[in-house]
C-alpha cells in the first residue's frame, strides 16, 4: 500500500481545523488503496491552534503534529513538514479548505501515470479585488520573464510531489524560502491542473497588501539577480549620454563662449542622477541583506512540541 503524508502549515487555525480533517478523511476514505498521515504544522498560532492538534492526534492515530516557538512564516512551516514526511506521496496544502481534497484523486491518477509532481493553479480568481489581480498578473509575467523559475498564472503551492522530489526541495536549505521557486528549481515532471477558487469558510486570511508586495520582492530576488543588471546597464547608458553632452557643451563653450542659463539642465541632471543613485543602492541593500540573513546559517524554523516519537519535544 502506497502511503501519503499531508503536509498542513496552520497559523491561527483553531476555528477551522477540525472541519478541515473532518472534511479531508471524507476524501481519504473513498481511497481506500492508500494510506494517509497528517503532519500539522502549528507556526506559532496565538490562538488555540495547538489544543485542537493535540486533541485530533488523541483521537486520529494518523496525525503528528509540529508546534513552533514562535511565528517562523507558512515557508518555515512547509519546510519543517517536508523535513519530517516519509511517504511516498507528499501532498502540501492548507488548512483553510481553500485548496480542496476533493482533487486527490485527479492528484493521484498523475502520479500513477508516472509524473513527479501534480500542482495546481487556479482558474479564475474570483472575488479578488481589481488592483490585487492585476499586481499578481504582473508579477507573474515579470519573475517567469527575469527568473529560471517559470510558472503559469495562477500557481499554487497545493501540490503532491514524489519522495524524490521532496529530498531535492530539502536540499535547498536556504533560510529565506520562496516555495513557489523552489518547487519549479527543483525540475521534475510537473502536471498542471486547474480548479476553481473557493472563499475562506472559517477563520480569515492573514496576508495584508504589504506582505504580498514583499512576497512578490522575494519571488525575483531570490532567483534573480537580473535587477543587480539593470542597474549596472542603466549606469552604462547614462555614462554614455553624459559623455555625448559634455562634448556638446564642451565644444559649444569653445566656439560660442559661456551661455550663463542652464539652471534647468543642471537640475533635471541632479535630480535624476540622485534618483538613479538611490534607486541602485536600494536593489544593492536588498540583496545584501538577503547575504547577510543567509551567512548567519541560523536555523529555518525551532520545534517546541512535537509528537513524532523520535523527537523530545513533549511537554512535561
Ligand atoms: N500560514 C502559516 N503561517 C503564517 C501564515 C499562514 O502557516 O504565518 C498558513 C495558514 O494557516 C494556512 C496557509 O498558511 O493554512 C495559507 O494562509 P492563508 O489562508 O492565510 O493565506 P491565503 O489563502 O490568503 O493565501
Ligand atoms: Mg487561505
Avoid at 501534480?118 to 520573464?145: I, P, Q, V, W
Avoid at 529565506?176 to 518547487?183: L, N, P, T
Avoid at 495584508?208 to 539577480?225: Q, R
Avoid at 546597464?233 to 542659463?261: D, E, H, K
Wanted: some cysteine; proline content about 3%; glycine content about 6%.
Amino acid at each position: 500500500m502506497k502511503t501519503i503524508d499531508l503536509v498542513v502549515p496552520c497559523f491561527n487555525e483553531e476555528e477551522g481545523l477540525e472541519h478541515f480533517v473532518t472534511e479531508t478523511n471524507k476524501v481519504i476514505d473513498t481511497l481506500p488503496g492508500y494510506s494517509f498521515r497528517y503532519i500539522l504544522v502549528n507556526d506559532g498560532s496565538k490562538d488555540k491552534t495547538y489544543l485542537v492538534m493535540k486533541r485530533l492526534a488523541a483521537k486520529f492515530d494518523n496525525i503528528k503534529y509540529i508546534s513552533f516557538s514562535r511565528n517562523f512564516g507558512k515557508e518555515a512551516a512547509m519546510y519543517a513538514g517536508l523535513q519530517h514526511c516519509d511517504a511516498d506521496y507528499v501532498v502540501v496544502m492548507d488548512a483553510d479548505l481553500q485548496h480542496p481534497p476533493a482533487v486527490f484523486p485527479q492528484m493521484l491518477e498523475a502520479m500513477e501515470e508516472g509524473w513527479d509532481c501534480c500542482a495546481t493553479k487556479r482558474d479564475e480568481r474570483e472575488g479578488e479585488s481589481f488592483f490585487r489581480g492585476a499586481f499578481s498578473k504582473l508579477f507573474f509575467r515579470l519573475s517567469n520573464r527575469m527568473t529560471d523559475v517559470k510558472n503559469p498564472y495562477g500557481a499554487m503551492d497545493y501540490r503532491m510531489m514524489t519522495r524524490q522530489m521532496v529530498n531535492s526541495i530539502l536540499e535547498l536549505s536556504e533560510v529565506q524560502r520562496f516555495s513557489k521557486g523552489i518547487f519549479s528549481w527543483v525540475g521534475f515532471n510537473t502536471k498542471w491542473i486547474t480548479f476553481k477558487t473557493v472563499d475562506r469558510e472559517l477563520g480569515k486570511s492573514s496576508w495584508k497588501f504589504s506582505s504580498l508586495f514583499k512576497y512578490a520582492i522575494d519571488g525575483i530576488t531570490c532567483f534573480s539577480v537580473t535587477p543587480l543588471r539593470f542597474t549596472a546597464v542603466m549606469g552604462a547608458i547614462i555614462f554614455f549620454l553624459s559623455l555625448i553632452y559634455i562634448m556638446v557643451t564642451l565644444i559649444q563653450t569653445i566656439f560660442f563662449g559661456i551661455q550663463t542659463p542652464g539652471y534647468v539642465t543642471t537640475l533635471c541632471a541632479v535630480l535624476f542622477l540622485g534618483g538613479l543613485t538611490e534607486m541602485s543602492i536600494g536593489i544593492l541593500g536588498e540583496y545584501i541583506g538577503r547575504i547577510y540573513m543567509e551567512t548567519k546559517d541560523r536555523p529555518i524554523y525551532i520545534t517546541k512540541f512535537s509528537n513524532f516519537e523520535d523527537e523530545d519535544y513533549e511537554e512535561k
